[in-house]
T-cell receptor, first 112, second 115 residues
Framework: GENVEQHPSTLSVQEGDSAVIKCTYS??????FPWYKQELGKRPQLIID?????GEKKDQRIAVTLNKTAKHFSLHITETQPEDSAVYFC???????????FGTGTSLTVIP | EPEVTQTPSHQVTQMGQEVILRCVPI?????FYWYRQILGQKVEFLVS????????KSEIFDDQFSVERPDGSNFTLKIRSTKLEDSAMYFC?????????????FGEGSRLTVL
C-alpha cells in the first residue's frame, strides 16, 4: 500500500519567516495530495491541495509543490504568523481507491 | 456552512465494554470514513463506506469494529469489546465526489478513553 512520510516532525520559526514541510510517497499511482491543518483540539481542515497534473499551486501565503518523478511534495508558508501554529498533515490518494494516506504530521510553532 | 457532526465529544468506558460513536455526515455527501488518531500520532484510516457497504478497511479495523448507516443520515462506529489501546480520538469524515475532486470534511472528533 501507499506509505507517506513527512518531515520534520516539529518546526519552530520566527514570525515573518518561511516554513517548509516535506512529504514523500511511495505509490506512483497516487495523484491527489491534500494538506490539512489541525489546531489544538480541533478537527483537521483542508488548506490546500494539488493534483498530479500540476507542479505548483499557490493560495496567498501558502504554496504546494509536487515532484512526481521524485515522489515528493512540499508545503511552503511564507510570512508566517502566530495563527499558523498548528499540526500540518500531508496526505496522498490514488485513482483506484478512495482512501487517503496521511503523513505523521508536523507541529509548527510560530514564535512572535 | 454544512459540517460533519459527531457525538459524543468524549466518552470514558471500562475495558471490555461496547462503545458506539455516532456521526452525521454532510447531507449530500456520498463517501464516509472513520479515522483514528492516538494522542500525538498521525491520523490513521479505519474504514470507508459507500453505497451502504464497506468499500475499504485497514488492518486496524478487525472483528471488534463495525460500521452502520442505520437511517440514511447517521453513520456509526461500534467497538464491541474495547481494549486499552482503543483509546484515541476518532474522526468521522465525508466527501461528496470522487477522489480527484472531493475534499474530505472531518468532524470534530470523539475522544474515547478506555480504562
Amino acid at each position: 500500500g501507499e506509505n507517506v512520510e513527512q518531515h520534520p516532525s516539529t518546526l519552530s520559526v520566527q514570525e515573518g519567516d518561511s516554513a517548509v514541510i516535506k512529504c514523500t510517497y511511495s505509490d506512483s499511482a497516487s495523484n491527489y495530495f491534500p494538506w490539512y491543518k489541525q489546531e489544538l483540539g480541533k478537527r483537521p481542515q483542508l488548506i490546500i491541495d494539488i493534483r498530479s497534473n500540476v507542479g505548483e499551486k499557490k493560495d496567498q501565503r501558502i504554496a504546494v509543490t509536487l515532484n512526481k518523478t521524485a515522489k515528493h511534495f512540499s508545503l511552503h508558508i511564507t510570512e508566517t504568523q502566530p495563527e499558523d501554529s498548528a499540526v500540518y498533515f500531508c496526505a496522498a490518494s490514488k485513482v483506484s481507491g478512495n482512501q487517503f494516506y496521511f503523513g505523521t504530521g508536523t507541529s509548527l510553532t510560530v514564535i512572535p | 456552512e454544512p459540517e460533519v457532526t459527531q457525538t459524543p465529544s468524549h466518552q470514558v468506558t471500562q475495558m471490555g465494554q461496547e462503545v458506539i460513536l455516532r456521526c452525521v455526515p454532510i447531507s449530500n455527501h456520498l463517501y464516509f470514513y472513520w479515522y483514528r488518531q492516538i494522542l500525538g500520532q498521525k491520523v490513521e484510516f479505519l474504514v470507508s463506506f459507500y453505497n451502504n457497504e464497506i468499500s475499504e478497511k485497514s488492518e486496524i479495523f478487525d472483528d471488534q469494529f463495525s460500521v452502520e448507516r442505520p437511517d440514511g443520515s447517521n453513520f456509526t462506529l461500534k467497538i464491541r469489546s474495547t481494549k486499552l489501546e482503543d483509546s484515541a480520538m476518532y474522526f468521522c469524515a465525508s466527501r461528496l465526489r470522487d477522489i480527484n475532486t472531493g475534499e474530505l470534511f472531518f468532524g470534530e472528533g470523539s475522544r474515547l478513553t478506555v480504562l
